[in-house]
């Protein structure tokens, strides 16, 4: 039931505090030690490499998964989307771990390769938001997301809880390992930090939406851009904005776009900045400059600590580590407020269905 909400996506985000806090209890004990099965960090720990499939923006959330691993359990991880990996195999590593990222447990492409993993007997893990749900069920462990049921086609509140697990199961793994990277990590403490600033967030609805209908509401393409974790985000900020504002949106690595796509920029195209790392703020900064000097109009979403006066859009502080769980929060809402202010069925864009169980 959606209640006094227009659309369950707005519910959805809104939720998002509740459901970190959700997950800081379900799996963060009083201590801020991750109760996690030894079974799943004692087979994690043993692979060489971890693979992340999943499609859509559970891919997405993969990617920052992938360097969360990475920062905490120093594995190798790569992260692939499961209609390209069924078909086209990567060359494996000797000792595989698959984690599969899905929101329904029910992804089609993404089962394919869990098929093929089992019929290797490689160990696996689901993250998923549905308990014995088919990926679930065949998957050798399973993390649940505890998001509550997604009922909007566009996923909000289960990617951010894909990531939050992720930097719950990365601490774990790390600390199972003794890596002081992990040992140093507060996740707890950073995760209630996340669950009061996406509530900020949440607060300043109105803003978000004055530049939704300011920025967005006309223009035909949109892009934003970002470098290393805030790149990740752009992807997942663009697909949102596509899937139901039909806004040609795209998600570029900032320092790649003078290597061909800053061709695309014209006066009042808008350029969204997403800024929250401290080592690449300001080459994603000089970026956005570059396309300020072509004619864009120029966005930003900035973690408070590497704000400037006039950014748009500026996030509470958080680990920057995990800033993709705030600066991801204002793409959503300028998703909404842009299909909103169409017109458009927010809850249920053309052409899509939640759960996709073909291949
Ligand atoms: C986008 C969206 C889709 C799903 C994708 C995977 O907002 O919802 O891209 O993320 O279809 O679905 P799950 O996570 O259920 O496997």
């Known amino acids: 039931d959606k209640g006094a909400y227009p659309f369950y996506m707005l519910k959805e985000i809104d939720e998002q505090p509740a459901v970190m806090r959700r997950l800081v209890q379900e799996y963060l004990g009083a201590n801020g030690k991750p109760q996690i099965d030894e079974k799943l960090l004692a087979q994690m720990q043993e692979a060489d490499h971890l693979y992340i499939v999943g499609a859509g923006t559970s891919y997405h959330a993969g990617l920052v998964g992938a360097r969360l691993f990475e920062r905490f359990a120093q594995i190798p991880t790569s992260v692939h989307i499961s209609s ?185 195209t808008p350029v969204i900045g997403i800024i929250t790392q401290s080592r690449t703020a300001g080459l994603t900064r000089s970026n956005l400059e570059e396309t300020a000097a072509r004619g864009a109009n120029i966005l930003t979403i900035a973690s408070r600590h590497l704000a400037k006066e006039d950014d748009s859009i500026i996030l509470p502080d958080v680990d920057e580590m995990i800033s993709p769980l705030l600066s991801v929060v204002p793409a959503q809402l300028l998703a909404y407020y842009t299909s909103l202010g169409k017109g458009l069925d927010v809850d249920k864009p053309r052409n899509l269905a939640k759960s996709v169980t073909v291949q």
């Open 84 to 268: 390209e990996f069924a078909y086209e195999q990567p060359l494996l590593s000797k000792k595989p771990f698959f984690i599969f990222l899905s929101q329904s447990g029910e992804t089609a492409d993404s089962r394919e390769v869990l098929v093929h993993v089992n019929e290797n007997k490689w160990p696996s893990l689901t993250i998923t938001n549905v308990d014995k749900s088919t990926l679930s069920r065949e998957a050798t462990h399973t993390l649940l997301l505890y998001a509550g049921p997604e009922i909007a086609v566009a996923s909000t509140k289960a990617y951010t809880a894909q990531v939050a697990v992720e930097a719950i199961l990365a601490k774990a793994l790390g600390e199972y390992l003794g890596l002081e990277a992990a040992q140093k990590f507060d996740v707890k403490d950073e995760l209630a930090k996340v669950a009061n600033g996406m509530q900020a967030l949440v607060d300043s609805k109105d803003e978000i939406e004055a530049i939704a209908s300011h920025a967005l509401s006309k223009p035909r393409n949109a892009f934003y851009i970002g470098r290393g974790l805030d790149w990740s985000v752009s992807l997942e900020a663009a697909l949102k904005l596509k899937e139901i504002s039909y806004v040609q949106a795209e998600g570029f690595a900032s320092g790649e776009l003078k290597h061909g796509t800053i061709a695309l920029i014209e006066k009042n």
